[in-house]
């Protein structure tokens, strides 16, 4: 937004107003698309990551120690 705001007058008078507002509402929903799609991956991938070390701790909670302690 603060680009579009930055722009000389020139280009406005090249777009219409209305033009203008409709490529910024697309360009929006796009944005809004992808955040929601990778915030979504990213909490299941975290999920089954912690409720894999949980199962882990549960059973083989040596095993699972050891190889949290070398893995980092």
Do not use: C, H, P
């Not at 991956?41 to 549960?58: E, R």
Request: proline share 0%; charged share 10%.
């Amino acid at each position: 937004m603060e680009t579009v705001l930055r722009q000389n007058m020139a280009v406005f008078d090249d777009i219409g107003t209305g033009q203008l507002v409709a490529q910024l509402g697309a360009d929006l929903n796009v944005i809004q698309e992808g955040l929601s799609q990778k915030l979504s991956i990213t909490l299941g991938a975290v999920g089954t990551l912690v409720a894999t070390y949980v199962v882990s701790f549960a059973l083989y909670w040596k095993l699972t120690f050891i190889l949290t302690w070398f893995s980092s």
